[in-house]
Structure formats: C-alpha cells, structure tokens
C-alpha cells in the first residue's frame, strides 16, 4: 500500500529557497482548508505541503523502513517557541511534500519549515491538534467516492456504483490522523489507537472492529466497520467519522445496495446520466424568496435566474459531481473548500471532467413577462447564466419573470463553429415552495441538530433539497452541508455531524455570510432536449427560499 505515499505528485523547478504557499499545508486524505474544525494537523498523521523548489524536479518516494528525516535533501521541522521536532518527509518533489507529523510534535500553533540541500525555506504556520481524520477518496481531492474497500471471501476490492456494499458487510475506510503512536518511521504496530471513533454511514452509526495504522504504512489509518443493518442505498451514500465526539472529518461517499447489485437513485435520474458520460446539457431554471442580511441591514426579495452547463464527461463508475451526485433521501452530505463559496466559480468538483461544450456566445429565455440572454462565462467552468427578474427593483432587470402553469423557453442558436447546434425546450413552473419555519432560523447552533419544515412542495419534486453553509473570511475558508429529504414528510432534522466543518459567523462582521437554503426541484417534470453534439439534455424548474443566518 506504499502508494499512498506517492498522493498527486508535482514536478516543477530547480533548487533554490524553497517556499511553502499560504496555507498550504493540509491534511494529505481530506485537503480540508486550514481554519475549518478538520482543517488541523494531528501529530503522527500524514500531511501535504504545497509550494515551490520543494524538491528535486522528479518526484522522489521513501522505499523502506525506517524512514529517515531527510529524504534526497529535503527535511522539514516542526516549530513551538523553543521546540523543534523533525517530521519523516515519505515523497518529495518540487511542488510537494508528503510528510508524517511526528507523534511528538507539540501541539497548538506551530511553524513548519523546508529545507532543500541546506537551503531552509520561509516558515509557514499550522495548527497541532492530537487527533483529526482525513478520509481517502478517489479522487485525491477529499470528496465523492472514498477509498473503501468491501472485504469479500475472495479478498477486497474497492467500492464503486458498479461494486457495491450491502448491509452487514465489513468495509475499509482508509485515511489518516487517528493520533500519535510510539513510533513513527518504522512498520507500524497493528492496534486500537486510543480515540474514540464512530462511523456515520448515512447518518446511522455502524459498528467499528478496528482504528489504528495498517500495517504496511507509516501515518496510514484504516477503520474496518460493518454497514449498518438499517443504512440507506444508493450511488453516493455519505460516510464520515467523528473522533472524541467532537472532531468531524471530511465526508466520502460509498455505493450500497441490498441485493449487492449496481447502485441506483430513484429520485435523481441526473446521476446516472452524469455516469454514463459523453455530452449533455443540463439547465437549472429557480425562482427563489430570499431573506438576506446585507451589511447590517435586512432585505427581502424574490428572484429569478438560471444556469445551464454544455459539458463532456468521462463518466465512470467513481465520477462525481456535488451538484448532480446527490446523497440518497433521508441523508446529508458536506463539504469544506478554500475560498469563499459560493464567489468562486471552482467550487470543488464542478468542472467538466473534460471539456466545456461551446453553444454559441449566448442563450435566451422567453415568456410572455419577456426574454433575457444568459452568456457563456469567460472562465471554466463556462456556464451560461443571468438573473431574469427581481423584485427589489434593480435597473435593467425585469421585476418578476417566472409565472406559475405558464411555460417558458429556453433556446440557443447553434451557429457555425460551435460544439453543440441549436435547441428549444419549454420548462413550465410549478407553484412557490413554503419553507414554514424560515423565519425562526436566524441562529443555528452547530454542536445541535437543525429542524426544517415545509409545505406546499409542487407536484413532480422527488426530494427537497436543504443546504447550509458559511464563509471564514479570515482563514479564507468555507464549509457547508447538503441534505436530501421526503418531499412529504414536512420537515426534515439535520444533523449536528453534518455541520461538523461549518464554520462559526464572525462576530461584529458588517454582513451574515452563512445561509440556509430550502428548496424542490422539480426533477420529475424536467423538459428533454436534443441537438447535435448532445447525447441528451434536460431542463428542471426549481423553487425555494434562502434566508441568511448566523452559525454559532
């Protein structure tokens, strides 16, 4: 399993000073943002230093054991005040570090440092907790498919959509940051380590027969757990682990299914047409009624917008995407990023896989209340977007666009040197979605549970969609969660462990920056599209509410 040492290796560069980037150092399985509560560094796990001149141009791997502190030239230090340890560098190259914590290393704020050929580099901050664990997931960005495994009679093999688990089969969560152990460098010793650990499988908590190192790998955790009885099915069934009842890590999913078949999600037929891959087009028409706190001041109003991606995908049975690859009913997922979401345009994992499709420089939109064009976006991914209509009056925007059981249309022109040719669908609204208790959300308490009720959900919604989330300004960070719920259960609780990596709202801060989001799309009732360059296309009307709120 040494290839976990050898995690998104970089080249680039010569010697020189090396440098680490701003907050660049992460935990190497979750890549959560530092500043986030998973975002710390837990002594004996494994880490992921990103910068330049870090190392030789090829990457360089540690092959056996014991490790040394310096691996082709390359060592890094661990710094409190007076205290300096050493950590066990595993692969080294010129963008990138992976290094073991070591298990002495002090706790609370320290510095690390690189140094290359006995040239030392800039120290860069971090933070040293005892325990914080990072799952795997396959696409080494700490999101979508983790790294589990389904332990058979004829010997493991990695979970997928097409490889699925079934209820009371002993899985293989691999990750790191389970907490210190005697000895780093050398072949680690297999046993419990002391933390307490659970495992949420789509919220239900499974039974754990093992946490502690495995064997073959220095600062590598694995976690063997049973699928609970009573886990929910599907494609992208939520995992995550909680260590000392606090410590929430990142979320990876797994695929679960009773009988042991390929996955499947009844109440979002996106997912198996973002599988399948090739060329599609997906466009998302919403009216929403937002509550917002905009610096300092309330605000309400209705809007109407809508976004349309033309992409190609590659598909396969660990393809992902958080925006189409949803957990099943009755579950949450979560994410943390750097940045602040939702202003960036790469959101983690929203990019085509490969390619953007070019429709032409703009579509259109049209009822009888008008048209608006939505133009492609200069940068990937390159969606089409525009705001249609608001009812705070804004110059140039129409006051109300969307009208309940009248149609409108999307078109786009094709056009010479374009990938896809031109198209018309008609999506026609349903009635406004009631989230009935939006206005006694105003404070969510993270460490408590989060009940939302509704009502009025308009006929063709399978699910209503509930999303939360906050922006740390001063870490630069953003985390959130996603909950699928039963359109007609009215009400839905989600989870404290969902809201494990939301960050806390800043105090004094000029505007609320967290947000709750409730909505329905209409997925049963979604307009078909055809055109050439296009395998399929699928328009859904969406209607919901955001309200501003404070996480505390």
């Known amino acids: 399993m040494r290839v976990f040492w050898l995690l998104l290796p970089a080249s680039l560069s010569a010697f020189a000073q090396p440098y680490i980037n701003y907050r660049g150092i992460v935990n190497v399985a979750s890549y959560m943002a530092p500043g986030l509560p998973a975002g710390s560094l837990a002594q004996g796990g494994m880490v992921a230093i990103f910068g330049s001149k870090l190392g030789p141009t090829t990457g360089v791997q540690a092959s056996s054991f014991p ?7 390359v060592s890094v230090t661990v710094s409190q005040n007076t205290t300096t340890v050493s950590a066990y560098p595993v692969y080294v190259s010129a963008g990138q570090i992976n290094a073991i914590i070591p298990s002495n290393a002090p706790l609370g704020r320290v510095t690390l440092q690189a140094t290359v050929n006995g040239v030392a580099g800039n120290p860069s901050p971090a933070f040293v907790v005892a325990s914080s664990f990072g799952a795997f997931s396959i696409n080494s960005g700490g999101f979508g498919p983790g790294i589990v495994q389904n332990n058979t009679t004829s010997g ?63 600062g590598i955790d694995q976690i063997n757990f049973t699928v609970p009885t009573n886990a929910p099915s599907g494609c992208y069934v939520p995992v995550v682990v909680r260590l000392a009842g606090t410590v929430v890590s990142n979320t990876v999913t797994m695929a679960i299914d009773p009988k042991g078949a390929p996955c499947t999600d009844p ?8 599988r399948a891959g090739g060329n599609f087009g997906a ?3 919403e009216h929403d009624n937002l509550a917002l706190d905009a610096d300092g001041a309330a605000e309400s109003f209705a809007a109407d917008y809508g976004v349309v991606t033309l992409r190609q995908e590659a598909g396969g049975v660990w393809a992902f995407n958080p925006y189409v690859s949803l957990p099943p009913v009755g579950t949450c997922t979560a994410y943390g990023m750097a940045g602040e979401f939702p202003l960036l345009n790469g959101a983690p994992g929203i990019a085509p896989s490969v390619k953007d499709l070019n429709g032409g420089p703009a579509l259109s939109i049209s009822d009888p209340s008008g048209a608006v064009s939505l133009p492609q976006g200069a940068t990937p991914p390159e969606f089409y977007l525009a705001l249609f209509a608001d009812s705070d009056n804004l110059t140039g925007i129409l006051s109300s ?24 669908v008609s999506v026609t609204p349903g009635a406004s979605f009631n989230w009935t208790n939006q206005a006694a959300i105003s404070g969510v308490a993270r460490s408590s549970d989060l009940t939302v009720t509704w009502s009025n959900v308009p006929a063709g919604a399978p699910f209503v969609s509930i999303f939360g989330f906050n922006v740390d300004q001063p870490d630069n960070a953003s985390g959130g969660f996603h909950c699928i719920a039963n359109p007609t259960s009215g009400s839905f609780t989600v989870p404290a462990v969902a809201m494990g990596n939301v960050p806390a709202s800043a105090a004094n801060s000029a505007a609320d920056l967290g947000l709750v989001v409730v909505g329905a799309p209409l997925l049963n009732s979604a307009g078909s599209f055809s055109a050439t360059g296009l395998d399929q296309g699928l328009a ?13």
């Open 283 to 285: 466009a998302l028409l």
């Open 67 to 73: 490790l040394g502190t310096t691996l082709s030239g």
């Open 267 to 274: 109440a979002n037929p996106l997912s198996a047409i973002f």
């Open 401 to 424: 666009f969307f009208t309940t059981g009248v149609a409108a249309t999307l078109s786009s022109p094709g056009g010479t040197g374009t990938d896809v040719g031109p198209f018309q």
């Open 540 to 552: 859904v009307f969406g209607t919901g509410s955001e309200q501003t709120v404070v996480f505390q």
């Open 156 to 218: 493991p093999v990695i979970n997928s959509t097409q490889v699925t688990a079934v209820p009371g089969q002993v899985e293989t969560l691999w990750g790191t940051g389970l907490g210190p152990v005697a000895q780093d460098n050398v072949a680690p010793t297999v046993q419990n380590l002391l933390v307490q650990v659970e495992v949420f499988v789509g919220g239900v908590s499974a039974a754990i027969a093992y946490s502690g190192r495995t064997s073959c790998c220095s």
